[in-house]
């Protein structure tokens, strides 16, 4: 089955311990994309990747890390999580960034205490 | 400028009903555009697209451009509580989607 897996679906830390949040796509996408999601200010990208060792800044990148050292995997680093990174992330990827549709992972829900 | 905007609702209809989403968009550069659907605790997946101008139909579901007055449309005939779910719109472009806000619709039995 064609599918974004993300890991962990939930979870809870406290401030300042370093996180990582996995994202895996068994599709071949050459683009893959971290969002997050709050209410009433909807999705918001985070960091892009086009392609393998190529990862840019997306509207709100401030507080986190990435890497693309494969191209099915796309993991994002908390390095130090503040409680304002309390939100619902959400990791997707498509052919091409301009695509007909991107695949989405079902999302993790992140709360920093 | 890359902004599509959406009223958020959360909008609440009798099973059966006529409901109409919408989205107003800035940048006429691109005409491709998308509605995507989150079921709660769940990513969006894509529901339907369409381009430029003009209705395209997918079952219950047809989405709408109006390019003169900016306006994306999606209309579900015959709501189903099972259609409860957030609605996004979105433009594609050379960039990666522009997203809006979504609108919470809820279908009540």
């Known amino acids: 089955e064609a599918q974004v897996t993300q890991n962990p679906r939930y979870l809870i830390t406290v401030t300042g311990k370093k996180l990582t949040v996995t994202c895996s796509q068994n599709m071949n996408h050459e683009y893959m994309s971290w969002y997050r999601q709050d209410p009433g200010l909807g999705l918001r990208q985070i960091y892009y990747?086009?392609?393998?060792?190529?990862?840019d800044k997306g509207d709100v990148p401030e507080g986190y890390k990435v890497s693309r050292k494969e191209k099915r995997n796309f993991p994002l680093i908390l390095e130090s999580p503040s409680p304002n990174q309390t939100s619902l992330y959400f990791c997707?990827?498509?052919?091409?960034?301009?695509?007909?549709?991107?695949?989405f992972g079902s999302g993790t829900r992140l709360t920093v205490v | 400028q890359k902004e599509v905007e959406q009223d958020p609702g959360p909008l609440s209809v009798p099973e059966g009903a006529i409901v109409s989403l919408n989205c107003t968009y800035s940048?006429?550069?691109?005409?491709?555009f998308m509605w995507y659907r989150q079921y709660s605790r769940k990513g969006p997946e894509l529901l339907m697209y369409t381009y430029s101008s003009g209705n395209k139909e997918d079952g219950r579901f047809t989405a709408q451009v109006d390019k003169s007055s900016k306006y994306i449309s999606l209309f579900i005939r015959d709501s189903q509580p099972s259609d409860s779910a957030t609605y996004l719109c979105?433009?594609?472009?050379?960039?990666?989607?522009?997203f809006g806000k979504g609108t919470r619709l809820s279908v009540i039995a």
């Open positions: 997707a990827s498509s052919f091409s960034p301009s695509g007909y549709g991107y695949t």
């Open positions: 990747s086009m392609n393998v060792e190529v990862t």
């Open positions: 979105a433009q594609r472009g050379n960039t990666p989607l522009v």
């Open positions: 940048n006429s550069a691109f005409q491709y």
